[in-house]
């Protein structure tokens, strides 16, 4: 059995700025341990901009010693160890959603509810037009009330404070009380503030996220709200959200845009468990997901196969797209849904696959394809991640991929819908590669040898940062026990 691995290389720049002698030792041991293949995550600008400032200074530096060319010297490293290289490209994540922890350290970023995103393609920047728009702009009069729900009475008395914002940084406190035993709802008056945070402490007391908090004027019509589900963080640094604000509009997760709308909004948060046990709600809206593109629309086609070119003419030896991302908003309904939406976005989708396969097989390359565990069981009918049907079996039937990521995430592997689409595959003759998330895959060897008997050719290792570290001048694994079980892949 063939072993891959996948590099996030913004991922490698945690511990260390990096030189051509690193990357080029990196992937010799690489090829030393049996590895066979890299799947090379290109994030364009993003790798040279990050949320944290220690990274981005790291990253800066990185750039410098490539001289601004990471990707050409990422291709004659992996080719001089005798190593395939494949640029990995995700199209639908051209910002992360996660605001700077450094809400003072630029100006240049895109504006969203609470902050400004720092990890961004210029593209996206420049063409918020053409991303998903939200479509549940509620009309009503001026809002006065937030009304905070619980799903079952409070069991005991539990203090609750209420915190503003103009800026979401520098908190203060607005008010304080004790929600007596018994309590299923608190009605909190609007202030003068534009954004709030809400503490229960002591308390099991929470509810799904759809059904939280609601907004009523005095007529008691609502407005939507725009929630944070945790405070924003400094690696290293407990400042806490009274200084440095709280995530609005983002669904922790890794990655997070694998989930449908209805399973998102279902999901429950709790105060005990939530850190610092804050809740945050404001009424302002981001009128756009900013970093995710409308697959409809024309000038994101055309962006995305200048970018498979321009990949190309690096000279990998193949592409790869990738759907899942760390974008989603919290209600994503709210930016388009139902059935003629799904059925559009996914049309639109496997019309871009169709493109980005003929100009890489006209450069006589290898055109592959993710297809992931949330894919499985999606139809127009229901809801769908991102709202978009995700028709793999067409992709599969016409043969747009010559080959195949099986991407493991919300699920253990080799369920049936998992065993049907290698199948098929294997059917048509196209090659599978499984890659489950490695910090879930204890027994390596074990999944690896299901794999096989599956139908699949190789195993990727997802992802390389989990399973290397450079520290001290040299390269050390993280866990030396899974570490060993990989190496034996290659003799399957």
């Known amino acids: 059995m063939k072993l891959y691995v996948t590099v996030d290389f913004h991922d490698e720049l945690c511990s260390a700025a990096w030189t051509p002698q690193m990357l080029s030792e990196y992937f010799y041991l690489m090829k030393e341990k049996g590895i066979s293949r890299i799947y090379w995550i290109d994030q364009k600008e993003i790798m040279m901009h990050s949320g944290i400032k220690a990274r981005t200074e790291r990253m800066l530096r990185t750039w410098d010693n490539f001289k ?91 203090p609750f404070k209420v915190y503003g914002s103009n800026t979401n940084a520098d908190y203060q406190i607005v008010s304080e009380e004790i929600l007596l035993s018994g309590t299923e709802s608190v ?51 407990e400042e806490g959200f009274r200084s440095l604000g709280m995530l609005f509009d983002y669904v922790p997760g890794i990655p997070s845009v694998i989930f449908s709308p209805e399973q998102i909004e279902r999901r429950e948060f709790h105060f005990n468990a939530a850190k610092e046990h804050a809740l ?33 003419n690096y000279g990998f030896d193949g592409i790869e797209i990738r ?11 709210e930016y388009g849904s139902g059935q003629k939406v799904r059925r559009q976005r996914g049309e639109a989708h496997t019309r871009l696959l169709r493109k980005l396969s003929e100009c890489t097989r006209e450069a ?35 043969k747009v991929c010559d080959e195949v990521t099986s991407k493991i995430i919300r699920t253990k592997g080799f369920s049936p819908e998992n065993l049907e689409m290698i199948s098929l595959c294997r059917e048509m003759n196209i090659p599978v590669n499984i890659c489950p998330f490695l910090h879930g895959c204890p027994e390596v060897d074990k999944f690896a040898r299901q794999a096989k008997f599956a139908g699949a050719e190789a195993f990727n290792i997802y992802e390389a940062a989990t399973l290397w570290r450079y520290e001290d001048g040299r390269f050390t694994e993280r866990n030396p026990q899974q570490a060993q079980l990989l190496w034996s892949i290659p003799g399957l």
């Open 68 to 158: 601004g060319d990471i990707h050409s010297g990422a291709v004659k490293a992996a080719h001089a160890a005798g190593l395939e290289i494949f640029a990995l490209i995700k199209p639908y994540e051209m910002g992360l959603l996660m605001p700077s922890s450094d809400h003072a350290e630029k100006s240049d970023g895109i504006d969203v509810v609470g902050g400004k995103i720092l990890s961004f393609l210029h593209f996206a920047r420049e063409h918020q037009e053409i991303m998903i728009h939200r479509e549940d702009f509620s009309t009503c009069g001026e809002i006065e009330t937030f009304i905070l729900s619980f799903n079952k009475p409070l069991a005991t008395d539990a």
């Open 187 to 237: 009605k909190i008056p609007r202030k003068e503030f534009l954004y709030y945070v809400f503490v229960l402490e002591d308390s099991d007391a929470g509810n799904t996220l759809r059904s939280l908090v609601t907004a009523e004027d005095a007529q008691g019509r609502t407005a939507p709200v725009t929630l944070a589900l945790c405070p924003k963080q400094r690696v290293g640094v």
């Open 280 to 312: 945050g709600v404001t009424l302002e809206l981001n009128p756009v997901i900013a970093g995710n593109p409308d697959p409809q629309h024309p000038l994101f086609h055309q962006f995305i196969q200048e970018w498979v070119r321009e990949d190309l």
């Open 323 to 333: 759907i899942s991302s760390h974008n989603s908003p919290i209600f994503w309904s």
């Open 364 to 398: 006589r390359k290898k055109f592959s394809i993710h297809i992931e565990d949330f894919m499985y069981g999606c139809s127009p009918e229901q809801s769908c991640p991102m709202e978009c049907f995700w028709d793999y079996h067409t992709w599969i039937r016409e």
